[in-house]
């Protein structure tokens, strides 16, 4: 059975920056895709980043391009989220999804697209 856990999230001032993880366990398939996604208090879960485990290639929501960076590490089954230059409107719980897939597209932004999710992380800005 896959699961993702994520961990990482907390209190961080706005400029601050955080590094979010999620540990893939129970994987099957040799190609995956993970999107990050948040869902910040009475709105609606947003597409964040996604990023193909074999060649590492990334797509990003136009809100966080330049300021987000996401990876992964193969051999932990480890994705990262980086989020710099932290702003109040970023505060949201955090999520980490996964898709077997061999290519991004660009219904990755789309929360149907997954098949897994991880129980969330809480990121709040804040002064």
């Known amino acids: 059975q896959v699961q993702l856990v994520e961990s990482g999230g907390g209190l961080v001032q706005p400029g601050g920056s955080l590094r979010l993880s999620c540990v893939v366990s129970?994987?099957?398939?040799?190609?995956?895709?993970t999107g990050w996604f948040r869902q910040a208090p009475g709105k609606e879960r947003e597409f964040v980043a996604a990023?193909?485990?074999?060649?590492?290639?990334?797509n990003y929501a136009d809100s966080v391009q330049g300021r987000f960076a996401i990876s992964r590490d193969n051999a932990k089954n480890t994705a990262y989220l980086q989020l710099n230059n932290l702003k109040p409107g970023d505060t949201a719980i955090y999520y980490c999804?996964?898709?077997?897939?061999?290519?991004?597209?660009?219904?990755?932004?789309?929360?149907?697209?997954?098949?897994?999710w991880g129980q969330g992380t809480q990121v709040t800005v804040s002064s």
């Open positions: 999804a996964l898709r077997s897939g061999v290519y991004l597209r660009t219904s990755d932004r789309a929360t149907a697209s997954y098949n897994y």
């Open positions: 129970g994987r099957t398939s040799s190609s995956y895709i």
């Open positions: 990023i193909l485990w074999t060649s590492g290639s990334t």
